[in-house]
């Protein structure tokens, strides 16, 4: 019985004959171009009796799980700024990662939502609200 041999061109990475690195290449770069018209998606922070539509973190802060709102306890306020009491990091008061909280309360967002990363945005209450 004779072998056929797979030709060079068919047997490039495993992929069907179609699917050449010129074809790849084509796909990827529409596709950026495509997804590049969507709106920006943000997650919404929970409603609370200030907000009771609640509101959303700004795409820049969160990536869909990274912020969340915390007790008042776990942010603490001192000469140098504020202090994330889970991580000991230090945010001073002009630092750009800080925002007016839109409700009133502590809302933080950190790398990966993890209670031990570094902070992204730190949403807290204006003065006097």
Same mark, same amino acid.
């Given at each position: 019985m004779p072998t056929i041999a797979a030709s060079p061109k068919?047997?490039?990475? #495993?992929l069907p004959r179609a699917w050449n690195p010129l074809v790849i290449v084509w796909v990827v770069s529409c596709s950026g171009v +495509? +997804? %590049? #018209? +969507? /709106?920006?998606?943000?997650? %919404?922070? &929970? /409603? &609370?009796?200030?907000? /009771?539509? #609640?509101?959303?973190? /700004?795409?820049?802060c969160c990536s869909g799980y990274d912020c969340?709102?915390?007790p008042q306890t776990s942010i603490g306020e001192r000469p140098e700024g504020y202090v994330i009491e889970g991580t000991g990091e230090v945010l001073s008061y002009q630092d750009t990662r800080l925002k007016d909280s839109p409700d009133g309360e502590y809302h933080w967002c950190s790398v990966a939502g993890a209670n031990n990363s570094r &902070?992204?945005? +730190?949403?807290?209450?204006?003065?006097?609200f």
């Open positions: 068919s047997a490039r990475a #495993g +495509l +997804l %590049d #018209g +969507l /709106p920006a998606v943000a997650h %919404d922070a &929970t /409603p &609370t009796a200030a907000k /009771p539509n #609640g509101w959303s973190y /700004p795409f820049s969340r709102e915390v &902070t992204i945005c +730190l949403f807290v209450p204006p003065k006097g």
